[in-house]
């Protein structure tokens, strides 16, 4: 049965044969993330496969030894069809797989899962895909994870594409330097052809005082700098660098050996053209002339190969972002329960989702607000770019600047190298700011800049980089009183809060409970290897009626537990009911004290947090993760916990 084709099949196979990598050796790198696709879904057959006009070629294979089959008979020609992902439940019963040799072979290949490998440009290389010899369904939790790795994968070939040109440019410039070699052999052979070979060389020459006023300039100089000739006599070579504090160190030196009448040679300087502005990155040589009263200077252009490598970083900061997405262990099934609350909240992500607005999640802790900003980023135009999160609560006040917007080597203590903050990271994509109500009043102005202008400068730095990024923000407090209160800028809360969504907290949707536990206890079934306990009404009815004050976090971690106390045994709850709390649920709880609240400070309430976190350390002898560890004591996230106790400098062990 001949293959079928993607209307755009021309187009798609000129962008694979870019990357350069149809039959190239073996690479780890894909081959870990195909022994990491099997691990993860528990499969024995996983590949990385890449669809070239005849055949498929599989790049990685992880539990065969095919390396290529034909295109007209391969599961990966149809997976390249879709959008998303392709899943086949029970090959023998899928006419069109039923002549695939991993199905109709020795294989017996059953289920069938891919995710395409789909480049910025949108064209579908070929699949990321699993494979098992029994049938099964595919949980939209296990498609979206499908979908993380074959990015990572997508990541890779990006890479090495990038790596590529950064050679050629390298070569290049090894091209070049022996060109400037070669001239200025001719320069010490004659003054004369050096006249001529100064103006017209595809090298830039320069001439300049001691102080760096330019006096000579050739026309490739010129070019490069954006200068014109009645410009020259009139430009000091350092005022062309910016004022920030990497650039200003390498021009210091490049000018310490002029001053000391040596060389200099092959120093990276970034300077600023004289007619725009724009930034250009060259390599730079000095000598003396024989007099000592000027220096001749060389230099290249290395802009190209400057923004290449910056390129390659920001897909390697990617890469491992995505890597720490993956191990994170985060929930990515879809949002559960139907009841009247939550039905409105999946209407809002509806609403919401294909427009560009700020999006402000508000609720109690542990209600799943971040799981509703995964909703909006997954159902808008930004899908396809990242998902970036910052928990505000966990950043130290002195860095937030930096975590927002980067920093520049060099730009305070402990910045070796440039960083980008998370407003880059997620250009194109989502920011997702948790906990944005403990951002300092301080750096809520500079955010708001930001928002407004949608431009910033890394800390350390003057150059202004341009971003495009949707903001999805969350809190558990009521911003308008602290807005009240003169705790956080009117101006900035309602740029945040253009379409308001409130999570209901899980004891005014009772309802959703029922669903939840069975998603729970088949989750904690299948992470400890065991069939999914059975839960009695009786159980499931006391479950329903208590408040949790945790909300969904609570209940995940109560239904954890219980499966791992009934070693088979039916399943127990033992729920502590929480005192009364007006402020909780005025209708289950009539009666209360009716004296007002204490004010604290932040000062306070940082206190209160530390010695709480410590109390729980001590408690738990150091333990984070797992049943009875801090984490659980504190209901929070294991993750958000660590953060806190590496800011707030807590020994786990003794909660010092």
Known sequence: MKALLPKDEQERLEALRRYHILDTPPDSAFDHVAEVAAALFRVPIAMVSLVDHDRIWFKSHHGIEAQQVGREAGLCASAILVPAVYHIRDAIHDAGAQANPLVAGPFGVRFYAAAPLRTHDGFNLGALCVADR?????????????????????????????????????????????????ANEAVVQSEEQFRDLFDEAPIAYVHEGLDSRLIQANRTAMRILGLKPEEIAGTFGKSLVPDTPDAQRRLREALDPVGRGTDTSGIVLELRRKDNGKPVWVQW?????????????????????????????????????????????????DIIGDSPGLRKVKEQIQLVAPTDAAVLITGESGTGKELVARAVHDHSERKSRPLIKLNCSAVPEGLFESEFFGHVRGAFTGALKDKPGRFELADGGT????????????MQAKLLRVLQEKELERVGDTRTRKVNVRIIAATNRDLKKEVDAGRFREDLFYRLSVFPIEVPPLRKRRGDIP?????????????????APRISEIALSQLTAYDWPGNVRELQNTVERAVILSRGGPLRFDLIEPEPDATRDPIAHTTHTASQPVLLTRKEMKRQERDGIASALKQTGGKIFGPGGAAELLGMKPTTLASRITALRLNRKTGA
């Not at 923004?307 to 890597?323: D, I, S």
């Not at 920011?431 to 301080?442: N, Q, R, S, Y």
């Open 431 to 442: 920011l997702f700011l948790d906990e944005i109500g403990d951002v300092p009043p301080a």
């Open 285 to 333: 040589w000095s000598r003396p002339a024989a007099g000592g009263d000027y220096t001749r200077t060389m230099f290249v252009d290395i802009t190209d190969r400057v923004l290449m490598e910056r390129e390659q970083r920001r897909l390697q900061e990617q890469n491992a972002y995505l890597w720490e997405e993956i191990r994170s262990g985060h929930n990515f099934g």
């Open 515 to 531: 669903p939840l536990v069975e998603h729970f206890l088949g989750q904690s079934a299948r992470r400890m290897n065991r069939p």
């Open 134 to 182: 029994a049938p099964r369904e595919l949980a939209l939790a296990e498609a979206e994870m499908l979908k993380k790795l074959a990015a990572l994968v997508m990541d890779r070939m990006e890479l090495r594409l990038a790596a590529s040109k950064v050679a050629e440019l390298e070569q290049a410039e090894r091209t070049i330097s022996e060109q400037l070699r070669q």
